[in-house]
């Protein structure tokens, strides 16, 4: 059965990449240094190994991580680990402080 269903990807962003070393430009030392890594969107519903880049993401479904509808990856997203609609960024902070006040 090559069957494969059809998904709206869930993206999360992740960063492949890590470390180099470099000379200190103080003091002339080498050290090891954490690099930012190149940033991908990965689709991390299980069985799909969908990944890409940052700049290929551009109008790209996903499912948004607020409200579980589909979202068209924008520029505005780019900072963003979890790809949501615009509006459930902010649903999302007041959820989390509702949360914190819960777990005391
Ligand atoms: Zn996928
Ligand atoms: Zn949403």
């Not at 180099?20 to 299980?46: A, F, M, N, Q, W």
């Amino acid at each position: 059965m090559s069957n494969k269903q059809q998904h709206i990807h869930k993206f999360k962003r992740v960063i492949i990449g890590g470390t180099s070393i470099e000379k200190d430009p103080e003091t002339g030392r080498k050290r090891l240094v954490s690099k930012p890594g190149t940033p991908y969107y990965r689709c991390i519903i299980p069985g799909c190994n969908s990944r890409y880049l940052i700049d290929d993401m551009e109008g790209r479904e996903s499912i948004c991580w607020g409200c579980g509808g589909i979202v068209a990856f924008s520029t505005s997203m780019r900072t963003l680990a979890k790809p949501r609609h615009f509006q459930c960024r902010k649903k999302r902070k007041e959820e989390e402080i509702e949360m914190e006040s819960f777990s005391i």
